[in-house]
């Protein structure tokens, strides 16, 4: 599987990342969709602290302890649950971040994590604490680089004017083309990559489409708009391919990317999300296509 550079770091990601959230809690179902990973060749691995309380992390580093130096593990943090795990709050000070890393790396049973990135943000925090936080845990060797996950373009500006994040995980795909207009171009011009999540936008974007299409529609898409939509893209674009294929490499068309975070709920998903990545790139006129039918949505909320 190729791989590409993530920002000015020095870590080579493949151009699929296995999204840790989906494996579950039984250890041996999720150590086979890990296992299978591995096999097709994946080397980047997200997974965070919020993640099922923590046992995603446990699960993900016991999996992964054999081939520790040769895979890329991610992390995130911010959120913190309560005492009684019924929800969490937003907590990105530089205290709770650099006692919540050290609880990762033993979950994780690791002595670094190779991205560790801030899970949220926004404009009321203190972002320079924050900022200062990650340094020091960079200068200190507990992480070797760091970056945020956020889909605000004020946040995102902040941080590429005052940090040294390598990357920025976002929200991406065919039906959600937000990042275009404010984040891409931003992020490719300073160097810092994106990694994509929601590739395939709860399954609209699969071959299974219109199985997936809620009265509640999506992003800016109302229901009737997807019935419609869908088959069209499908019959310009898939005729003679998957559209998990489409979508996929929808998202690895645009320089800024680096990967495509994808979670699998079973080997054979994995496996089908491999294949795509690994097909031939759209052409010129297909992304033409797309764009033509689909809508170049902007961040309304998100500030």
């Known amino acids: 599987m190729k791989k590409r550079k993530l920002g000015n770091s020095d ?55 054999h081939v520790r130096e040769n895979v890329i593990l991610a992390s995130k943090v911010g959120n913190r649950w309560n005492q009684d795990k019924s929800g969490w709050s937003w907590d990105p000070s530089k205290s709770y971040i650099k006692e919540a890393v050290k609880q990762s ?18 404009l009321e925090d203190r972002i320079e604490e924050t900022i200062d936080a990650f340094e020091e845990l960079k200068s200190e060797g507990y992480i070797r680089y760091f970056g945020i996950s956020s889909i605000r373009p004020n946040v995102i500006r902040e941080y590429v004017k005052k940090s040294h994040i390598v990357s920025v995980m976002m929200q991406y795909s065919i039906l959600d083309r ?4 404010e984040a891409l171009p931003l992020l490719h ?16 974007l699969s071959d299974k489409m219109l199985e997936k299409v809620s009265p509640k529609g999506y992003q800016d898409y109302i229901q009737d708009e997807l019935l419609s939509v869908l088959p069209m893209l499908k019959d310009k674009l898939a005729s003679e391919r998957s559209f998990t294929e489409v979508a996929l490499q929808y998202n ?27 097909s031939p790139s759209l052409t010129g006129d297909e992304l033409a296509i797309i764009k033509a039918i689909s809508k170049a949505n902007l961040y309304k909320e998100h500030r």
């Open 11 to 65: 870590l080579w990601v493949t151009e699929l990342g296995l999204g840790c959230m989906s494996i579950g809690t039984e250890e041996k179902a999720a150590r086979e969709i890990i296992e299978t990973a591995l096999d097709e060749g994946i080397n980047y691995f997200d997974t965070a602290d919020l993640y099922d309380f923590g046992e995603n992390e446990r699960i993900v580093g016991s999996a992964l302890k």
């Open 105 to 122: 790396l033993k979950r994780l049973d690791t002595d670094y994590i190779d991205l560790y990135q801030l899970h949220g943000g926004t």
């Open 178 to 181: 937000r990042p275009e207009e």
């Open 189 to 204: 011009e300073h160097g810092v990559s994106v990694v994509t999540r929601g590739p395939l936008a709860k399954g609209l």
């Open 252 to 278: 690895l068309s645009h320089p800024a990317v680096a990967s495509v975070i994808a979670g699998a709920s079973s080997p054979q998903q994995v496996k089908a999300n491999a294949s795509a990545i690994n």
